[in-house]
């Protein structure tokens, strides 16, 4: 009698490994990531202001503003957002030098 080559490939033997393979790295992995998500932060806030910018472009669920400061970002997009639109953003500076831009407001825009 001869066996089948493809015999211990489907035992459960070799699927019980190749599980156990996989939770071995999944289980670090994840323990891994919740502990930077969590520790692994920003740093301290140092300042948080009140700016303005203009809308330059929208594309899909984005818009590219300037802000007055001459600097470009790239924002997810109010449902009232148009080019040429100026709104109200909150500058947040962290003490490793990164710096967060986020919408406060966008007038309506003009019915056409």
């Not at 992995?29 to 502990?35: G, N, S, T, V």
């Not at 924002?75 to 990164?98: K, P, Q, S, Y």
């Amino acid at each position: 009698m001869r066996r089948d080559p493809r015999g211990i490939e489907d035992s459960g033997f070799a699927r019980g490994h190749s599980v156990a393979r996989v939770l071995g790295i999944a289980i670090p992995l994840c323990m891994f990531l919740a502990w930077w998500g969590i520790w692994g932060g920003h740093a301290e806030v140092r300042s948080v202001s009140e700016t303005s910018a203009i809308v330059q472009q929208c594309e899909g669920q984005t818009c590219l503003v300037r802000v007055v400061s001459g600097e470009q970002v790239r924002i997810f997009r109010a449902r009232n957002l148009a080019a040429g639109m100026r709104v109200r953003m909150t500058r947040t500076e962290f003490d490793d030098g990164e710096l967060r831009f986020d919408l406060i407001t966008a007038k309506p825009a003009a019915p056409r």
